[in-house]
């Protein structure tokens, strides 16, 4: 029977470009380790139970799989769930996302001081790393403390392979989760739709990406709505290196999808992040790009469609200074993630 050394708890594997990006992060970053999920839902359950009969979870350590997990209901329940089978502690996290209750969605599990509810779990881990300050600043305000080292999606990198920027192209990707800003897709898609029929009459192209398996729908109508389905290539880009290696082929990116962002960061694509909860906000300021977030609630044609011509205008000087603040987050991921692995006496990296 094998041993499984870090029992894996996340959203992994369900069709979501972030949550297959950060899985992706530990298995090429712990090479030769066992990483193995828990069950999140009750359909997992059986193909958990078929796994046990040939893994062993009896000395595992848990690794909570990132994303925006601290500070949700639904969250601290899969948390304990995954406590009581994997019985060693410290657990372990790396750039973990925190709920903020200032935005209250159809679905944000984060109300009636839901984070409050936190702090005995997260004395579980080692340490509590988190995603960007916004999600430090919510902990230190419940009496945790924590790093910030940035979300670990922005390990993945596009490969060594040169490439060229195809000048007058925007990439752009839309979705989102339960909810937004404001509540109102159908502004957002307005907007937007207006944004791109003005630029495609200044002679932009667009490439639009898919990041989610729900997004074909909403993307289609936005292209519709701009008139602009026969200046666009349609990308499906679920698959991290898939859309690490499409993306960084575009002049600038705007992004809805948060790790539609994240990736874009990572491949030091000069990117406009549509802020449709405060987690876009979160990352944007741990990579200093807070002057490049619209929020949903917020959102106007025609300042959008002048960010987008000054961030093209200036690509170079951009590309340049996110290059500095990327690495700096990758030095503090690569960091935490040593530590990781010589707690569980695996070594280094290799980074």
Request: hydrophobic fraction near 40%.
């Amino acid at each position: 029977m094998q041993r499984v050394a870090l029992a894996y708890l996340g959203y992994a594997g369900r069709g979501n470009l972030g949550d297959d990006a950060i899985e992706l992060v530990y298995k090429r970053a712990l090479p030769g380790v066992l990483i193995a999920p828990l069950p999140l839902y009750p359909g997992d359950i059986p193909v958990y139970l078929r796994a046990r009969r040939r893994l062993s979870f009896q000395d595992s350590s848990l690794l909570l799989g990132g994303g925006t997990v601290i500070g949700r209901k639904n969250w601290r329940v899969h948390l304990l769930t995954g406590g009581r089978i994997v019985r060693r502690r410290p657990f372990h996290m790396l750039g973990a996302g925190v709920e903020d209750p200032v935005f209250q969605g159809r679905n944000s599990f984060s109300a009636n001081g839901e984070l409050g509810k936190w702090r005995r779990l997260l004395d579980q881990f080692d340490r509590v790393t988190v995603r960007g300050p916004r999600s430090a600043e919510l902990l230190r305000d419940v009496g945790v403390d924590s790093e910030v080292v940035g979300d670990p999606a922005l390990l993945l990198e596009p490969g060594p392979v040169p490439h060229t920027v195809d000048e007058g192209v925007l990439g752009i990707n839309v979705g989102w989760g339960d909810d937004m800003w404001g509540h109102d897709p159908e502004r957002v898609t307005r907007e937007l739709g207006l944004a791109l029929s003005q630029l495609a009459r200044r002679g932009w192209r667009f490439r639009a990406f898919l990041a989610n398996n729900s997004d074909r729908l909403y993307t289609e109508r936005l292209l519709t709505t701009a008139g602009v389905a026969d200046r666009t290539e349609t990308y499906v880009t679920v698959d991290p290196d898939t859309y690490l290696h499409s993306v960084r082929g575009c002049s600038v990116l705007v992004a809805q999808r948060l790790h539609a962002a994240i990736l874009a960061c990572a491949a030091a694509v000069p990117t406009i992040a549509i802020s449709y909860q405060p987690k876009c906000d979160d990352f944007m300021a741990s990579v200093g790009q807070e002057q490049f977030l619209v929020r949903t609630d917020e959102i106007d044609s025609e300042p959008l469609v002048d960010l987008v011509e000054k961030v093209d205008a200036n690509r170079t000087d951009h590309v340049t200074r996110l290059q500095t603040e990327v690495d700096a987050r990758r030095a503090a991921l690569i960091g935490s993630l040593d530590r990781i692995t010589h707690q569980l006496s695996l070594g280094g990296t290799g980074r």
